[in-house]
């Protein structure tokens, strides 16, 4: 299914939610839609499955109109799956009733499917690891067991649009890392496009083909995982997706002179966006910075913090008046001098 | 696999014909206005309007307005007795529940005390039992042919027990019957109050009575406190207990006053039955602003989750303590209950009881010889059913929009819909003869005197109560329930049908039995309301007493305890059918 977002807006009362949202969304395609909480992300996903209304804008399914400010098709009318943020399983049914419940209740379910709904169950449950499970109720199930049985649900009618609403947010930090696996594969075995909402940034840079980065109601940049990392367009999205370090200075074309260094340091940085030239800021993520012994030259500054995370250190660094955080192998002490450079083998990607 | 999909999607949804024209649209909301407004108009009219009629009837005479009946009022020596019996009374037997209920609660829930189950249904049996019935068990238990005398002439022949027809019996009967409502309530707060809180008073210190009573004890105030006050409202409501304690006695209160003003006739009876009315409104109302206030308050813990584990171990005061406590309920429910059902099996007041003198009759003659009895009963079966079938669906309607879709619209509403119920019911009574004499000046629908204002005050005082319990049903339900059924294609029909009913279904049971049970046993709105041939059971049984017919009226109780039984019954064993299919989430 295509989705096309037209200038969508959404107010509720006083309080707006999003603001003039534009987005396309291809055939099959993986979606993740990143921002903090109240960013308006939720909005637009339950907007894209038809509980709410734009306030103005529309959106088209397949070229026709969805959603407008003066006609909505309401979410059984479209063929849509979605999985919550808290599984909301039925605790009356089982499994095995769950994921039947779309196959026959859902009008546009497709006849082959609709006729051999036995074995449609069967395969939904078998392709989400369950099919042992068939006849136990909600309530004997185990966190992993409960989203699989919602993303079963979700997939069961063969919907072309998936929805996911934080669906890993419920679960342990272990459990998620296999569940993205999962879901990876959900999206390959169905084919269908998926709009997946998440904080996490990880979430979203490791399953999606396109992320959508929102703050505020409105969408900061649109881009692949690589280039959203690597090629942030705004502070935002710097300091909320790539956890960089805003270094103030000021440019001289393609090079960057960090503020506090004399000129004696000079950063290439031809593939930094325009809003950071312009203002004198630099976007440098933790690990691109390297720590060295002072006399290796660069700018010199002091460990104001340590934290040990097993296969590498997190250190705060002072220096030229400025404080930033640095991921580096080599262990230093509390106070020690170091130097920091940037090696010039960074922002090579595929 | 997509892209088949996606083209046959296409096809299927130009077929159906995408949006909704916008004419459609508007149209279907200028019949969501007109709804709107019709619900509007009737909450005004069946819950607003009546209490508007009393307060208005007393400030008018022929000549205007006028503060009268007030003034007359306040210089009678009567009033000024009634009002000190009230006062007394109230808070005599909400202090008794209060000091009740507390320690059953404590108890209840922090202790490792054996049969939870068992004794909470007890606890609450005692509130569920209408209040007259309690007051028959209690009566026939310490009259001079009860359980008690016998008792006492083990050990003094002349010795007799203390008369019921008193204030302190009227007390006593009241303060054991509401003092469920303090325990349900601090249960609740007890639970509530995390185990960790207690824990840092210990690491910091304090000994188990300092614990209690420095952190335990003000977490629970607020709770305490409402919980106090709904038996301060309930008890200025009763008019049981006292019309059948008091008043062959000649002590009044508040409510009976009323009643009997309106009953006495006489000029201007309503009017002056409609000022005290407002007065007794007025303190009712003082005392519900009160309630929320200390309830709204004690939110601050509301999102904590319930602690079911015991937090003391009582060790060997186990066996003791469990012992006083079944003692205690057996004796302030089960002995009396049982000496009024033995009473109603006697074939006269006076006589001995042996098994010759054990008899039917009483019985036989409640169900069998006397049609106006059978006609009440009968009264009173069909007046709760469609009262519940009306609650059932107006109430669970109304629970799903004020959970769903909550606006300042159905908070006013639900505001209003719940006057009939916190107004002490022999006011609300009065508002509805008020009203339905001539609910639009020169419209006399002629109901008043027939079953229609029976059930149109029951519908209207008990609609609340259906509308909580389906409203604290809603909330366990969350909305991503209905939304996962809708996603998954369901319609409105279907989303009730197949999830919202069948998750919604004990809690509304549960409600729906509560107003049953209530309109079956109803006595205060009824005695004002009904006329001959639409008696109802309360009425009957009220109307044995006045008489003296003792044996008559404990059948008929015992026959609703029976009733009660059953129901209860039923009930457990649906939520334990429900139970079975699939617990909660």
Known sequence: ??????????????????????????????????????????????????FEQPTSGEIRMDGEVVAGASSLIPPEKRRIGMVFQHFALWPHMNIHEHVRFPIRTHKKTPKAIRDNEAARIEQVLALVGLSHLAKRMPHELSGGQKQRVAIARAIAAEPSLLLMDEPLSSLDALLRMNMRREIQSVHRETGSAVVYVTHDQGEALSMADRIVVMKEGRIEQIGSPQDIYLKPETEFVAQFVSKANLVRGHWDNDMFIPEGSGSSVQWRGSEVAGYFKSNGLYPVRPDQLELGPVQDGGLVGQVANVQFQGKEFNYDIIAAGQQWEVISPVPYKLNDKVSVTIPQRELQYA | MATSNTSVLKAETGKGGGTFPRSLLSASSIGRYGLLALGAAATFFFFVLPIAKLL??????????????????????????????????????????????????????????????????????????????????????????????????????????????SVGGIIFVMGIHHFPLVYLFTLNVLKKIPRDLEWAAKTGGAGKLKTIAQVTLPLAFPGITAGGLLVFLASLDNFGIPAFLGTP?????????????????????????????????????????????????????????????????????????GGTMWGALILITIVPLLSMITLSLRKSYGGKLNWNTLTLDNYRHVLFDNPTIWRAIQNSLTLSLITLAACLVIGTLFAFYRVRKPSKLNKLAELAISIPYTLPGIVFALSMILVWMEPIPGWNPGIYGTTTILLIAYVCRFLVLQIRAGVTAFMQVDASMEEAARISGAGAWTRWKAILLPLLLPGILGGGLLVFLTALTELTVSALLYSSGTQTIGVTIFGFEQAGKTLYSTALSSLIVLFIFVGAGLLQLLQKGFARKGGRN
């Open chain 1, 1 to 50: 299914m295509t989705i096309q977002l037209r200038e969508v807006c959404k107010t509720f009362g006083s309080y707006t939610a999003l603001r003039n949202v534009n987005l396309d969304i291809a055939d099959g395609e993986f979606v993740a839609i990143l921002g903090p909480s109240g960013c308006g992300k939720t909005t637009l996903l339950r907007m894209l499955a038809g």
């Open chain 2, 249 to 321: 006695v000649n002590i009044s209160v508040l409510s009976t006053l009323i009643y009997e003003e309106i009953i006495g006739f006489g000029p201007s009876a309503f009017a002056r039955g409609a000022s005290l009315s407002v007065l007794l409104g007025l303190i009712a109302i003082a005392g519900t602003l009160l309630q929320w206030f200390t309830v709204r308050k004690s939110k601050a813990t509301e999102t904590t989750r319930m602690d079911e584990e015991p937090r003391y171990a009582l060790g060997k005061a186990r066996a003791w303590v």
């Open chain 2, 56 to 165: 208005l009837l007393s400030v008018q005479n022929e000549q205007g307005f006028t503060l009268s009946y007030y003034t007359e009022l306040f210089r009678q020596e009567r009033f000024w007795k009634v009002l000190r019996h009230t006062f007394v009374i109230v808070l005599g037997s909400t202090a008794l529940s209060m000091g009740l209920g507390v320690v059953a609660a404590w108890l209840m829930a922090y202790t490792d005390l054996k049969h939870k189950k068992l004794l909470n249904l007890l606890i609450v049996l005692v509130f569920v039992l209408p209040s007259y019935v309690l007051t028959l068990s209690w009566s026939s238990f310490m009259g001079t042919q009860g359980l008690m005398a016998s008792f006492l002439h083990l050990f003094d022949a002349g010795a007799k027990p203390w008369s019921m027809y």
